[in-house]
Structures are given as structure tokens and as C-alpha cells.
T-cell receptor, first 115, second 108 residues
Framework: NAGVMQNPRHLVRRRGQEARLRCSPM?????VYWYRQLPEEGLKFMVY????????ESGMPKERFSAEFPKEGPSILRIQQVVRGDSAAYFC?????????????FGPGTRLTVT | KNEVEQSPQNLTAQEGEFITINCSYS?????LHWLQQHPGGGIVSLFM???GKKKHGRLIATINIQEKHSSLHITASHPRDSAVYIC??????????FGQGTRLTINP
């Protein structure tokens, strides 16, 4: 059973470009979470999605950031018009709707560098 | 003040020493995660617990819900245990709130 997969693992973008980060949850998991880890800082919650629904986006910056988890395919975190401050590691986690402990399993992360 | 506080922030010890990392939280929670992040950056879940104590190999995690405190212990520490250890609590539906991490270095 493959774990949570994220791609790309490393992404370099110039200021003003768009960044698309992908997350494929573990098989059978329909809940996806995105977290951001800024350099030398702790992890921060961004958004929690279930298939086709955003459940909690209280940690998402109001502008330029969006997330989706379509019925088919991976979850996508999209950052438009990137700025240097967006450089960070972005982690995705997934959980099963049938696991009432809500344990989350983390992907390897995508390291975004904005030049 | 952070909702989840870890201590110490940095810890250096010699191989074989008994290690304790502490986590205190100020919010009501349903469960607590201990996570390990290696220098390569990947995050591994070590434990999830909502009461009592759990043991896995040389790792032991305890939680006291009344005192809002959890500890992670490592017995017979080894250089390969060197990593950042992160405490995270569930707040609300399924949202994790993280401590700032404890950077552990075990010297041979």
C-alpha cells in the first residue's frame, strides 16, 4: 500500500509564476490536509479537504492560494503569482474516513523555492 | 503564547542516554501526535494517543489529559535518533496545531 505521494519534490519558480503542488492520498483515504513549513519555523495548518469539498480553509492566505480535491485525481495546492515569502516546504497528509482516531499520514513534502 | 509548547527546543546528548521531550498545550484536544522529521525533511508519525501511555521499541509516549501535558521518551538513544521531534494536537474537527519542534542530536 503506497503511502501519501507528493510531486514534485522540489519546485523552483520565479517571482510572479504559478506553482502547482500535487498530493495523492493513501489508498482508501478521502481526507486531505495541507500544511506549510516556512524556513526555521514550525508546521502550520493551511486547509482540510474531502473529495470535492473544502472543509476548513482557515489557514489559507486570503489571496493567491487555492486548493482543490476533485472526485478523480490528486489534490492540488495552487499558488498564483508567487513571491519570495512563499518559499517553504509544503506537506500533505491524508486520513481515512473510517478511522475515528483521525490519524494523519504525511507525504514527503514539496520544497518550493521562489527566485 | 503558542497553543502548543515544547521543551527543550534543542537537546544534545551522548549515545545511550535516556531522552525526554515535553509538550504542553493550552487548548482542549481529542488526541495528540508525536512526529519525527529527519534532516531530509520527511515527516513520520511516531504515536497518536489520547490517554495513558504507548510504547514502540525504544520510544515511549505518555499523556496526561488533566494536566494538558505529554512526554516522549527515548531509551538507549542512538545517533540515528537525531531528528526534530514535533508534538501536534487535534483542535476542532481534524485540524492539527503543531509545537515548534525539538531538535535532538545524539553524539556517538
Amino acid at each position: 500500500n503506497a503511502g501519501v505521494m507528493q510531486n514534485p519534490r522540489h519546485l523552483v519558480r520565479r517571482r510572479g509564476q504559478e506553482a502547482r503542488l500535487r498530493c495523492s492520498p493513501m489508498k482508501g483515504h478521502s481526507h486531505v490536509y495541507w500544511y506549510r513549513q516556512l524556513p526555521e519555523e514550525g508546521l502550520k495548518f493551511m486547509v482540510y479537504l474531502q473529495k470535492e469539498n473544502i472543509i476548513d480553509e482557515s489557514g489559507m492566505p486570503k489571496e493567491r492560494f487555492s486548493a482543490e480535491f476533485p472526485k478523480e485525481g490528486p489534490s492540488i495546492l495552487r499558488i498564483q503569482q508567487v513571491v519570495r515569502g512563499d518559499s517553504a516546504a509544503y506537506f500533505c497528509a491524508s486520513s481515512s474516513p473510517f478511522d475515528y482516531s483521525y490519524e494523519q499520514y504525511f507525504g514527503p513534502g514539496t520544497r518550493l523555492t521562489v527566485t | 503564547k503558542n497553543e502548543v509548547e515544547q521543551s527543550p527546543q534543542n537537546l544534545t546528548a551522548q549515545e545511550g542516554e535516556f531522552i525526554t521531550i515535553n509538550c504542553s498545550y493550552s487548548v482542549g484536544i481529542s488526541a495528540l501526535h508525536w512526529l519525527q522529521q529527519h534532516p531530509g525533511g520527511g515527516i513520520v508519525s511516531l504515536f497518536m494517543l489520547s490517554s495513558g501511555k504507548k510504547k514502540h521499541g525504544r520510544l515511549i509516549a505518555t499523556i496526561n489529559i488533566q494536566e494538558k501535558h505529554s512526554s516522549l521518551h527515548i531509551t538507549a538513544s542512538h545517533p540515528r535518533d537525531s531528528a526534530v521531534y514535533i508534538c501536534a494536537v487535534f483542535q476542532g474537527a481534524q485540524k492539527l496545531v503543531f509545537g515548534q519542534g525539538t531538535r535532538l542530536t545524539i553524539n556517538p
